[in-house]
Structure formats: structure tokens, C-alpha cells
């Protein structure tokens, strides 16, 4: 049977996609959701703590997506509609933050804006104040600035190519009919960008509103969100109980946003054919000129202040401090680096980083090659089309609507008893690793897979050949890019997973985002550059793999022409 000519060969590949579903997705969240139908004291302690905690969830998810938003549509327009030098560096500056892990975020801020950060030396030796200029860690403008710097990329990404690509007569009419350039912006372009533009919008509301790392290292422990909140009940109370509780009301909540998302991303815009579309023009005007100018001026500062600062730190001493025993000397080294193969405490408890940097290339190895064989799976055994289709998106993409923190609550009720008594492996890091990376994957290869001519394998079939053949000689060739692409996004999403990890990891087999948080809980100068050393060695690596990404198959949305 030749693929594609029947629901039988379907059916197999999606069976054990559907297991693994089953069992490391939809039992889980079932442990969860029994686990929250629970009887407490004094119900009005959890009801005053779950509508703190929802309240604040919301809120600053909302601000910061209106922020984010704000910035990202002008960011948008300018580096996908006009054409300038360095346009194709920035593009790939903005996107770099998206992948990087939230402890490297919450690093390069501190690094950037904290107590002993660039902005404030530089302060110091300026104005020879000991008062600190801003601190933005410990701060809400903290936690908005790091959500913008994080989820800027989406906005970008999205917008900007639906808005390089609109119909030019549109606008063209609205301005021989005497509109001028802001009525043509508000009556025509941002009604046709607005399926693209609430889209992204969602989306971006999705990740701040799931927010874990940011707020646990940015905002400090003044502010908690659901996820936080879920964390601390977890493992500084072992409240399961409350964690379930507040797990349910988040999960429905992502469900809720995700299927707006979802609902949004579907609706048409009204783009140029290909074969019409235009390249990215010059700045016209002074006027034109100067905007553009700000705006790239802005970018540049916003996206490289963090990671050159954090980049910075890590060859830098800030000297001893909060009782350091020995003299620990002020000034540019390489000690922070040299050490990252040592236990520095000699603590039975703690792994020297370069162990933990191990682990976490193991267990990303691992993840993103069941993320894309499972990925495979999926697109090759979902209906091309007809009712089920949007149903088995969704249903795919329900991952990527479930936090990773009632995730990783869902695996300690789920199987740390017989028959799954998994939990002291480490090797069920990976399982959930890949939970998260597999909406991305199958994100990145269903348009490929999609885009074959059905012409090929049928001329393939005609010759004698058969499904592993056609598959072998005639789709390998063409997807082959993109499933290196999904690759890497697997593998860089499971290297810089924090949310579930906090919570399953073992801890002689920590990776490199926890043993980044337990350097940066840790006193002393030593501690705090070897948090940023290896802060700069995952930054290098997720770095690396959206170059790969960029060059294989664009990231997010389509490029622009250059």
C-alpha cells in the first residue's frame, strides 16, 4: 500500500505517538486533576491564595504583552519592510533571546541591571555615588523588561512578514482617495494585519502568563504567578493538594488561550501572491530616515546591553564580598572559566558544571531525537485534510498550552508509584523534555512535508517502489533541512529547560540551567562568575543552534527577501 492511499497505514503511525501521548501527557495531567479535588481547613487561606496568584498572573501577563506588542510592531516594520545594513544581524539578535533559557535571561539582566551590574559600575565610577543608579532585578519594570526582551521575537517575526507582504493597492487606494499615512494605518493595514497581529498577541500572553523563570529569578520572591506558585507549594511546602489545584486553573486557562490562538492563526490574510511580491525598500525621506534610525539604535541597545554585559561578567571579577574566605581580586580573568570542572563547594550535593553541561547534552541528545521520530510520526499520520485535521492540530498542539511546571507536578504524582515508579530516573527528563519540544518540531516539518508535490511519490509508486522507498528517495531529499532545523530546536529547548527540571531532576544528575540557579542562590564573587561563565556556555549554544536554524529554514515565520 503506497503512503497516503489508506487510513490503515495512518492509524499505525499514529499509534505510538499516541501511547507516549497517553502515558507521559494525559496521565500526568489526570494525576493533577484528581490530585486537585482535595478538602483543606480553612478553605479561605487557598481561595485568598489562588486569586492573589491568578490576579497577578493575568495582569502582568497583559502589560506585558501590550509593552512587547508596542514595541514589536514598529521593531517589525522596519526590519522586514525596509532595507539598511546590518538588517539580517538584528533580525537574528532579536531572536536569539526566544531560545535562550530563562535562567540566562534572568543572568544577563542581573549582569546587565542588578546591585553590582554594568549599568550601575559604570554609575558608580562616574558619579563616585555608592548608591546603585536602577536595579531592575527585584522589580516588576524587571519582569516586564526581561518578558519584552524574551517574547519581542514573536511580534517580529509574525507581523513584520504579513505586513512586508500586503497588498500595496490597498494602501495605494486609500491614498488616492486623500487618506493620509495614519488614517491609511489605522482604516486599512492594521484591520488587515489584526488576524496576525491578536495571534501573536495571544501567543506572546501565553508564554508571560506561563511564566516561571523569569519571575523566580528577576522578580524574586515578593511576586508569584501560578507557575511560582506551584513551585514553591510543590517543594518548599509539599502541598500537592494546592499545587494540583492551582495547576487545574492554569491549565485551563492555557487551553482557553491556546484555542484563541489557534482559532486566529487560521484566519486568512489578505498577502500578494509570491510572484509579486516586492524586496524591502529604502528609507525615504528624513523623516523616514530618523525613525528607522531610533528604532534600530533602540534594538541594538535593548538586545545587546543584556548579552554583552552578561558576556562581560563572566571574564570579569567583581572581587571578595559577603564574607568570601582568600582574596578574590577585582578585575578581567579566566578563573570563572577554569573552575567549571571543579566542585568548588565539595559538596556531595553539588556536580562540578562541566558534569551538569554533560547531562544536559545527554538528555537534549536524547529528547530531540524522540521529538523528531515522534514528530515524523505526526505529520505523516495526520490527515491531510477534512474535519479531523484541525481537531488533530489541536490535539498535538496541546503540549505547548500546558505549562512545563504542572508538567513536571503531574510526573511526580504520576510516577513515583507502582507501576510507573520512574520518578528516581533520570531518564524521565527527557520524556518531559520532549513534551515540550514536540509542538515545535512538528510545527517546523509540517509545512515541509506538506509542500511535496503529490506528483513525485505517485511517479515513485508508478516506478515499483515502496513506502520506506518513496519515503527514503523522494521525501528524505527534500525535508531533509527542515528536519535537521527540528532537530536543533528540539535539542537547544530541552538544553535550556528549566520549568519542569526544577522540579524532576535528581540531584547528582542537575543540568546546566539548575546548577545556574543554585550558583546565583549561592553568596560570594566566585559563585556568582562561574553563574555567568556557564550562563555564556549555554548562551554560546542556543546561539549556535538558531544560526543553524536561520541558515537551514528561517525561525518562527518566513523571511523577508534581503
Known amino acids: 500500500m503506497r503512503p497516503g492511499t489508506g487510513r490503515n497505514w495512518r492509524w499505525l503511525l499514529l499509534l505510538l505517538p499516541t501511547l507516549y501521548g497517553l502515558i507521559f501527557f494525559a496521565m500526568p495531567l489526570l494525576q493533577v486533576v484528581r490530585s486537585s479535588g482535595f478538602k483543606m481547613g480553612p478553605m479561605t487561606a487557598a481561595g485568598d491564595t489562588v486569586t492573589c496568584v491568578l490576579s497577578f498572573s493575568l495582569w502582568q501577563a497583559a502589560l506585558s504583552t501590550v509593552l512587547t506588542l508596542s514595541i514589536g510592531l514598529p521593531a517589525g516594520y522596519v526590519l522586514y519592510c525596509f532595507r539598511f545594513p546590518g538588517r539580517r544581524a538584528l533580525r537574528l539578535l532579536t531572536a536569539i533571546p526566544f531560545i535562550l533559557p530563562t535562567v540566562v535571561v534572568a543572568a544577563a539582566f542581573n549582569a546587565y541591571a542588578g546591585p553590582n551590574g554594568w549599568l550601575n559600575q559604570a554609575w558608580r565610577a562616574v558619579s563616585g555615588s555608592e548608591e546603585p543608579l536602577i536595579i531592575l532585578t527585584g522589580s516588576l519594570v524587571g519582569i516586564l523588561m526581561a518578558h519584552v526582551f524574551y517574547n519581542l521575537t514573536i511580534i517580529i517575526r509574525m507581523a513584520g512578514p504579513a505586513w512586508s507582504n500586503l497588498n500595496p493597492r490597498l494602501e495605494a487606494a486609500a491614498q488616492t482617495l486623500g487618506a493620509n499615512p495614519w488614517q491609511v494605518f489605522l482604516h486599512v493595514t492594521l484591520p488587515l494585519l489584526r488576524p496576525v497581529i491578536v495571534s501573536a498577541s495571544l501567543l506572546v500572553f501565553l508564554f508571560d502568563f506561563t511564566s516561571f523563570g523569569v519571575i523566580l529569578l528577576v522578580g524574586g520572591l515578593r511576586f508569584s504567578t501560578l507557575e511560582v506558585e506551584i513551585y514553591r507549594q510543590t517543594l518548599s511546602f509539599y502541598n500537592l493538594p494546592l499545587a494540583s489545584l492551582l495547576a487545574l486553573i492554569q491549565m485551563a486557562c492555557t487551553l482557553a488561550f491556546a484555542g484563541l490562538y489557534q482559532y486566529f492563526s487560521n484566519r486568512p490574510v489578505p498577502l500578494v501572491p509570491a510572484s509579486e511580491r516586492k524586496a524591502a525598500r529604502k528609507p525615504d525621506g528624513w523623516r523616514q530616515i530618523l525613525g528607522i534610525g531610533l528604532v534600530i539604535v533602540f534594538l541594538w541597545v535593548f538586545f545587546a546591553g543584556p548579552l554583552l554585559s552578561l558576556t562581560a561578567s563572566a571574564f570579569w571579577s567583581i572581587g571578595a564580598d559577603r564574607g568570601e574566605r582568600g582574596l578574590v581580586a577585582a578585575g578581567w580573568t579566566l578563573d570563572h572559566f577554569a573552575g567549571l570542572a571543579q566542585n568548588r563547594n565539595s559538596d556531595l550535593f553539588y556536580v562540578p558544571p562541566l558534569t551538569a553541561l554533560m547531562n544536559s547534552l545527554k538528555f537534549a541528545s536524547l529528547t530531540a531525537i524522540v521529538s523528531l521520530g515522534l514528530g515524523l ?134 543540568t546546566l540551567p539548575v546548577a545556574i540557579f543554585r550558583y546565583l542562590s549561592l553568596p560570594g564573587a566566585a559563585n556568582y562568575g562561574q553563574a555567568m561563565a556557564m550562563s555564556v556556555v549555554l548562551m554560546l549554544a542556543c546561539a549556535a543552534g538558531i544560526l543553524i536554524i536561520e541558515r537551514s529554514s528561517g525561525f518562527l515565520a518566513g523571511e523577508g527577501g534581503e
Open 377 to 510: 510520526l505526526l505529520v505523516y499520520g495526520l490527515p491531510r485534510q477534512g474535519r479531523w485535521r484541525s481537531g488533530a492540530e489541536i490535539l498535538v498542539m496541546l503540549p505547548l498550552g500546558t505549562s512545563a511546571v504542572t508538567l513536571g507536578l503531574g510526573y511526580i504524582l504520576a510516577f513515583n508509584k507502582a507501576p510507573f515508579a520512574w520518578g528516581s530516573s533520570p531518564w524521565i527528563l527527557p520524556m518531559a523534555h520532549t513534551l515540550v519540544a514536540l509542538p515545535f518540531v512538528v510545527r517546523t516539518l509540517m509545512p515541509a512535508v506538506s509542500s511535496i508535490p503529490a506528483d513525485y511519490r505517485q511517479s515513485a509508486a508508478v516506478l515499483g517502489a515502496g513506502s520506506w522507498r518513496i519515503f527514503w528517495s523522494v521525501d528524505l531529499p527534500l525535508i531533509r533541512r527542515v528536519m535537521v532545523s527540528a532537530f536543533i530546536f528540539a535539542f537547544t529547548i530541552s538544553l535550556g529547560e528549566f520549568g519542569a527540571t526544577s522540579l524532576l531532576y535528581r540531584p547528582q544528575y542537575p
